[in-house]
């Protein structure tokens, strides 16, 4: 058998209906990911760029090609909810509900792929690498390979040194990780990046892993963002705050963009095992709050000293951390490799009016229409006052609108009236001067 036949048996193999772990599938990221996962076709990324790759060089074989043509084949999510109470996401096929250890193993190793996010409680660091050295023990068990996926944050890169003192501006990319600093309240995360990465050394045919180091993840109902956004949408204060002096650059991604990511390390199992998921912008903290507040709310922002930043309790410390990272990141093996179908490829300032509608959307913040009827003296307005004080509306009345409309018509006709008025007098003036002038001047002799 040839190694192109062997490349195609191998490629079949992998492109069916696979089962994806996802842990926390009631959170942000569980949510999200998991959404968008399930309505994946197995092998589509694969297929997809077999395509450009056939435009670019026709003269590759039909036979080198192959292995990327998908079969049928949709991801299956099952996982972990982090609440008792918490409902089965529509798309998850099953939920586990604080599972023992034996019985999250057991669970785990039905699955094709392990995704384990550890960008958003730090409680599932643990967690995630149990999971693995679990794994990595009954790897000899797997009849086919097994992915686990480590969903870190680029927050273990935060204290970085420049690759090039007398240059800061050039970005960090995923051949730099071994260079990586974490911030001090990031050691376990990248404790956990070593783990993980070590792990999957020791026989990758039968267990590979990967580490993606995100960027601050916005899009759809918001994270970390939600604290600008919903400050703009409230409209309660007339300037939307941000950090420090604004300078510092935010790697980010969009949540839909990262998801891509990992659809694209299921599907392609790439050789690269660390991989950076950034968009491909370079923005500050003052350029992301400004964009929202321009487009949300009231369109001016203001400096607030970190100090005071600490003192919010709508921001959690990894948070803030995060929101006053200064770093400059570009994911180029994703760019030159997987093919993602992007959201927001250059970023959140670029994409905002999209990101805004699926904030509104996400967060059921729609219009809402009301009509409220009745005969005169009842509090028809007394009601519509404090329908629009709950709602954060402007209350309008006919009278005020009349009376508006008057006063902006005098103020219109006012000046004119005025000209005219002056145009008058200045004309009466040069006839005065013209008189004055004639028979003040001498007369000819005769």
């Not at 191998?10 to 492109?15: D, L």
């Not at 930043?309 to 200064?326: C, G, I, M, R």
């Not at 994703?334 to 970023?347: C, M, P, R, S, T």
Request: aromatic share 8%.
């Amino acid at each position: 058998m040839s190694e192109e036949e062997e490349a195609i048996i191998e490629a079949e193999e992998i492109i069916r209906c696979q089962r994806i772990f996802l842990n926390q599938l009631n959170s942000y990221g569980g949510r999200n990911i998991g959404k968008y996962l399930s309505s994946c076709i197995v092998g589509a990324s694969l297929e997809e760029v077999a395509e450009e790759e056939e435009e670019e060089d026709e003269a590759r074989s039909i036979v080198e090609l192959s292995p990327a043509k998908p079969k049928e084949g949709i991801y299956q999510i099952v996982g972990t909810v982090s609440q008792a109470e918490s409902e089965k996401p529509d798309f998850a096929q099953e939920k586990y509900i604080t599972p023992s250890r034996d019985e999250l193993l057991a669970r785990m190793t039905e699955c094709d792929v392990i995704i384990y996010n550890i960008t958003e409680d730090e409680s599932q660091i643990e967690e995630a690498t149990w999971a693995a050295t679990a794994l990595h023990e009954e790897m000899k068990q797997f009849e086919k390979q097994k992915v686990f996926i480590l969903l870190s944050t680029i927050m273990t890169w935060a204290r970085s040194k420049p690759l090039d003192p007398d240059d800061p501006e050039i970005p960090f990319t995923e051949e730099d990780y071994r260079r990586r600093k974490p911030h001090p309240n990031f050691m376990e995360h990248i404790n956990a990046e070593k783990v993980i990465l070590k792990l999957g050394k020791t026989n990758r045919t039968k267990f590979a892993t990967y580490v993606v180091a995100s960027g601050v993840q916005y899009g759809m109902e918001e994270k970390i963002l939600h604290y600008f956004f919903k400050l703009s949408w409230l409209g309660e204060i007339p300037t939307i705050p941000f950090f420090g002096d604004g300078k510092n650059f935010v790697p980010a991604i969009h949540i839909l963009d990262l998801a891509a990511v990992l659809q694209n390390i299921a599907d392609h199992r790439p050789k690269v095992h660390y991989l950076v998921a950034v968009d491909e912008s370079i923005q500050t903290l003052s350029e992301i709050v400004r964009c929202i507040s321009r487009n949300l709310g009231p369109g001016k922002t203001q400096k607030v000293p970190k100090e005071n930043a600490f003192l919010s309790k709508d921001l959690t410390q990894p948070q803030l951390d995060e929101l006053l990272v200064n770093l400059r990141m570009e994911a180029v093996f994703l760019k030159e490799n997987f093919n993602i179908k992007w959201v927001a490829q250059n970023g959140l300032v670029e994409s905002i009016d999209q990101v805004i509608e699926e904030y509104k959307q996400s967060r059921g913040l729609q219009p809402v229409k009301i009509c409220v009827l009745g005969p005169p003296g009842v509090g028809k307005t007394s009601i519509a006052r404090k329908l629009c004080k709950h709602y954060k509306l402007h209350h309008i009345t006919i009278k005020e609108v009349i009376a508006k409309a008057i006063e902006n018509l005098e103020k219109i006709v006012a000046p004119k009236e005025v000209e005219s008025i002056e145009l008058e007098e200045e004309e009466e003036e040069e006839e005065e001067e013209e008189f004055g002038f004639l028979t003040c001047s001498p007369l000819p002799k005769e």
